[in-house]
């Protein structure tokens, strides 16, 4: 189903967002977005793309519409609002690149199947805004096989990697566990830095240092330099950090997975929001301890 001919939407056109949507226009696909806020669909119209005036009127310009939202309220709005996809026509594939909560992903496919004749993939995204820009997210995928193979052209622009997890709501859990691991991450690295701060070891130095040792990870080289520079540019909100971190929780409670570590994050995050920090990038948190 999927190739530069395929009529595509995109719905969403944050920090994530925009520069996904650029990559589709860059390799050709006819392009049609909507955002709450309309100003945020500027660089893609420029790139191309076509400005609708509705998530409805994406939906019937596209076969393949991709979503990249704030969270499950956000989606289900886009989905079933007075103005939602459902209301753009049947026969569609709707790719949902949103972190949400996994029941919620089972849920809407089910009643885009059941009630609109509308496929829906769940397929969050880790990689981050560098990787958005580069084109190679990983996207863990949950759906019908079928389904995913029609969109895998389309999102190889996007992705370097496709990773069809399991059923609907399988790409949401797999996020979640990515978020458990990238989120304490955070956490930790921030102590670390700050006690090498405070023991007169330059923290900046300290991910090259670390390079080569079991302390090293991609968040510490991505991020651990930004951190110790207390860099303001913005990647990722704490806010939407603090809303993954409840979406974890929340999944532990549901299959009764005791997450003490990961309350412990929500709780330092929660307190970081609470200092006016909610709207600075996650790295910022450190300043927590400043």
């Known amino acids: 189903m999927s190739d530069k001919r ?9 920090l994530m967002g925009e520069p996904m949507s650029l990559k589709l226009c860059a390799a050709g696909y006819p392009l049609t977005v909507w955002n ?11 790139a191309g793309a076509i400005l609708a005036e509705s998530p409805a009127e994406v939906a019937k310009a596209s076969d393949i519409i991709f979503l990249c939202l704030t969270d499950t309220e956000a989606v289900e709005d886009v989905l079933f609002g007075r103005h939602g996809i459902t209301n753009g026509g049947s026969g569609k594939i709707v790719v949902d690149h949103s972190t949400i909560s996994p029941k919620a992903a089972i849920e809407f496919a089910a009643r885009l ?5 509308i496929r829906f993939i769940d397929a969050p995204v880790t990689g981050g805004v560098p990787g958005a820009i580069k084109g190679n997210l990983t996207v863990f995928a949950g759906g ?12 190889s622009h996007l992705a370097g990697k496709l990773l069809h997890i399991g059923a609907n709501g399988a790409g949401q859990t797999t ?18 830095l700050k006690l090498a701060e405070n023991s007169g070891v330059d923290s900046t130095q300290i ?14 080289q991505l991020f651990g330099q930004r ?21 974890i929780r929340a999944a532990g409670r549901e299959t009764g997975t005791p997450l003490p570590m990961c309350g412990t994050a929500t709780e330092v995050v929660r307190l970081a929001i609470a200092r006016g920090l909610g709207d600075r990038d996650v790295s910022q948190f ?4 400043d």
């Open 6 to 14: 395929t009529a595509t939407g995109f719905i969403g056109l944050g």
């Open 36 to 46: 709450r806020t309309r100003k945020k669909t500027a660089t893609a119209i420029e």
């Open 113 to 117: 199947r059941d009630h609109h004749d």
């Open 144 to 155: 019908e096989s079928s389904d995913i193979e029609a969109v895998r052209p389309a999102i």
């Open 175 to 192: 996020k979640l566990c990515n978020q458990v691991m990238v989120m304490t991450t955070f956490v930790t690295m921030a102590e670390m």
């Open 207 to 220: 991910p090259e240092i670390l390079a080569e040792g079991f302390a090293n990870s991609q968040v510490l």
């Open 227 to 247: 951190m110790a520079r207390r860099d303001p540019e913005l990647t990722g909100r704490l806010t939407i950090a603090q809303k993954d971190l409840d979406l």
């Open 286 to 289: 450190i300043r927590l301890y």
